[in-house]
């Protein structure tokens, strides 16, 4: 099986790239950050005062805030470890 593995802390992705992610997990962007990290947390944040464009550059400029892994086929997106929709995707 083929696939590519990018390290968003070397290479962030654009607001462009996380709009199309949150699209095929049927999400907004908002909805990739992870709450529980630690830099969300030392940012004293709050996920539902955060636009989805707000979410973009906070990503931007700290990647370790968005959840991980997420693995796409192009088309679906799973976000976190979540073995079962995984399998499925693969």
Partial sequence: MEYEYRNILKEPPSFEELQKLASM????????????????KDKGLKLENISSTEAGEIISENPRIMCRPLLTDGEKLVVDFKPEEMEKLL
């Fill in 25 to 40: 997990g049927g999400m907004e962007v908002v909805h990739l950050l992870n709450p529980k990290s630690k830099g969300f």
